[in-house]
């Protein structure tokens, strides 16, 4: 009575993880969110906007001021030129983006792409949807792209490929050469790109958020999505936008429609007004992130853990067996938040085949005294195994 795709889903690992870290008080290094509470001058407008703003249903594509102010947005810090009135729709955040668009562009049997380790909503939309989901594994350090893989993943029946970057869990902002790759299979087999791209401002050490549209024979083939809640560090906002060519975007607003139809109006309002002045918010919000980065780092090197690079996203991953311990991420997750109060997320549990076992991630989205009892409460953990 229960359809297939969900009937046999487990629990997310992100829930599991949270929920041993409130019944043991563990400190919680593992579920992806800031605790800070985001621009103050952006949460007030939120609130003024309820007392005397418009409160009823906003049109079902957003309030245009939020579509004008998001293309705005991305003219000014990626170079796109972007039509806010046919090429522009605001969701309910970034997943019910990808749901959208993985329901008006896939139709049964179609292949879609993707790139192990996944966000673990990709692969049940797309079933769910009829695609067929065709993996490409990734691995550490490095977690390049390779041709080998790419040539062996694509078929003339591909129809979409679903690209996250930067990449959660890796921390990984790939390098021109790797966007240049896909292109090039994206337009040999006529495939969509549908381009989680939701950590676009979250990115370090000087480097700069390319999107995949912008590469050459992609603007028009290419589904760019959005999320004010990690641009603001505000998660539970859920505003999310869906940014591609006119034909793409009717086929997704339809879809959208259907879905939850439209977003909270105070939250579409206040975003639209912080896109447009909160570029100290944009400068030092990056800043503050790679600091906080950096002493979450040190303080692992300082305790024998080997680190990983992270230049994006709030994570940062650990190798446990170039760190000397032999077991394999789940097993010293478990034992971390329940035998050293510390919580962490297996990256093994991103892979629906073929795993990585030996990396876990952290967060570093947090205070410095929560790092530094995250760093000793590991170091613990470590002396486990």
Same mark, same amino acid.
Request: aromatic residues 10%.
């Given at each position: 009575?229960?359809?297939?795709?969900?009937?046999?889903?487990?629990?997310? =690992?992100?829930?599991?993880?949270?929920?041993?870290? !409130?019944?043991? /008080?563990?400190?919680?290094?593992?579920?992806?969110?800031?605790? *800070?509470?985001?621009?103050?001058? $952006?949460?007030?407008?939120?609130?003024? $906007?309820?007392?005397?703003?418009?409160?009823?249903?906003?049109?079902?594509?957003?309030?245009?001021?939020?579509?004008?102010?998001?293309?705005?947005?991305?003219?000014?810090?990626?170079?796109?030129?972007?039509?806010? @009135?046919?090429?522009?729709?605001? *969701?309910? /955040?970034?997943? @019910?983006?990808? %749901?959208?668009?993985?329901?008006?562009?896939?139709?049964?049997?179609?292949? &879609?792409?993707?790139?192990?380790?996944?966000?673990?909503?990709?692969?049940?939309?797309?079933?769910?949807?009829?695609?067929?989901?065709?993996?490409?594994?990734?691995?550490?350090?490095?977690?390049?792209?390779?041709?080998?893989?790419?040539?062996?993943?694509? *078929?003339?029946?591909?129809?979409?490929?679903?690209?996250?970057?930067?990449?959660?869990?890796?921390? &990984?902002?790939?390098?021109?050469?790797?966007?240049?790759?896909?292109?090039?299979?994206?337009? %040999?087999?006529? %495939?969509?790109?549908?381009?989680? @791209?939701?950590?676009?401002? &979250?990115?370090?050490?000087?480097? !700069?958020?390319?999107?995949?549209?912008?590469?050459?024979?992609?603007?028009?083939?290419?589904?760019?999505?959005?999320?004010?809640?990690?641009?603001? #560090?505000?998660?539970?906002?859920?505003?999310?936008?869906?940014?591609?060519?006119?034909?793409?975007? #009717?086929?997704?607003?339809?879809?959208?429609?259907? $879905?939850?139809?439209?977003?909270?109006? +105070?939250?579409?309002? #206040?975003?639209?007004? /912080?896109?447009?002045?909160?570029?100290?918010?944009? #400068?030092?919000?990056?800043?503050?992130?790679?600091?906080? !980065?950096?002493?979450?780092?040190?303080? $692992?090197?300082?305790?024998?853990?080997?680190?990983?690079?992270?230049?994006?996203?709030?994570?940062? +991953?650990?190798?446990?067996?170039?760190?000397?311990?032999?077991?394999?991420?789940?097993?010293?997750?478990?034992?971390?938040?329940?035998?050293? /109060?510390?919580?962490? =997320?297996?990256?093994?549990?991103?892979?629906?085949?073929?795993?990585?076992?030996?990396?876990?991630?952290?967060?570093?989205?947090?205070?410095?005294?929560?790092?530094?009892?995250?760093?000793?409460?590991?170091?613990?953990?470590?002396?486990?195994?």
């Amino acid at each position: 009575m229960v359809n297939s795709v969900y009937a046999g889903l487990p629990t997310t =690992i992100f829930e599991v993880m949270s929920g041993l870290a !409130r019944e043991t /008080g563990a400190i919680n290094l593992g579920q992806g969110f800031p605790d *800070t509470p985001g621009p103050e001058a $952006l949460r007030r407008k939120a609130a003024e $906007l309820v007392i005397d703003g418009w409160n009823q249903y906003p049109p079902m594509r957003g309030l245009p001021e939020l579509r004008q102010a998001a293309a705005a947005h991305y003219r000014r810090f990626q170079g796109l030129d972007l039509d806010w @009135e046919t090429e522009v729709t605001v *969701t309910s /955040g970034a997943t @019910e983006a990808l %749901a959208a668009s993985f329901l008006a562009l896939i139709e049964p049997g179609d292949e &879609v792409v993707l790139f192990q380790p996944l966000y673990d909503a990709y692969a049940p939309l797309i079933r769910r949807a009829g695609g067929v989901a065709r993996l490409v594994r990734l691995t550490p350090p490095d977690w390049r792209i390779g041709r080998e893989a790419l040539a062996a993943a694509f *078929t003339p029946r591909t129809r979409l490929v679903v690209f996250n970057n930067p990449l959660n869990p890796a921390g &990984v902002v790939f390098p021109h050469e790797d966007l240049a790759l896909l292109t090039e299979f994206c337009v %040999a087999h006529d %495939a969509i790109a549908i381009c989680d @791209e939701v950590w676009e401002q &979250v990115v370090f050490d000087g480097r !700069r958020h390319v999107p995949l549209m912008a590469l050459p024979g992609m603007r028009e083939r290419t589904v760019k999505i959005g999320s004010a809640g990690k641009m603001f #560090a505000l998660t539970g906002w859920k505003v999310g936008f869906v940014c591609a060519a006119p034909e793409l975007t #009717a086929a997704i607003a339809k879809a959208h429609q259907f $879905l939850t139809f439209t977003t909270a109006p +105070n939250l579409q309002a #206040a975003v639209a007004w /912080g896109l447009g002045n909160c570029d100290d918010w944009f #400068a030092s919000m990056p800043q503050d992130l790679q600091r906080s !980065r950096d002493r979450l780092a040190a303080g $692992l090197r300082a305790e024998g853990f080997a680190v990983l690079d992270s230049g994006g996203t709030y994570f940062l +991953n650990i190798d446990l067996a170039a760190s000397g311990i032999g077991a394999d991420d789940r097993t010293f997750c478990l034992r971390a938040v329940k035998e050293a /109060g510390v919580a962490a =997320i297996p990256v093994s549990t991103f892979y629906e085949s073929d795993p990585v076992t030996s990396v876990v991630r952290l967060c570093f989205a947090k205070v410095d005294s929560t790092l530094d009892a995250g760093v000793e409460r590991l170091a613990r953990a470590r002396a486990l195994f």
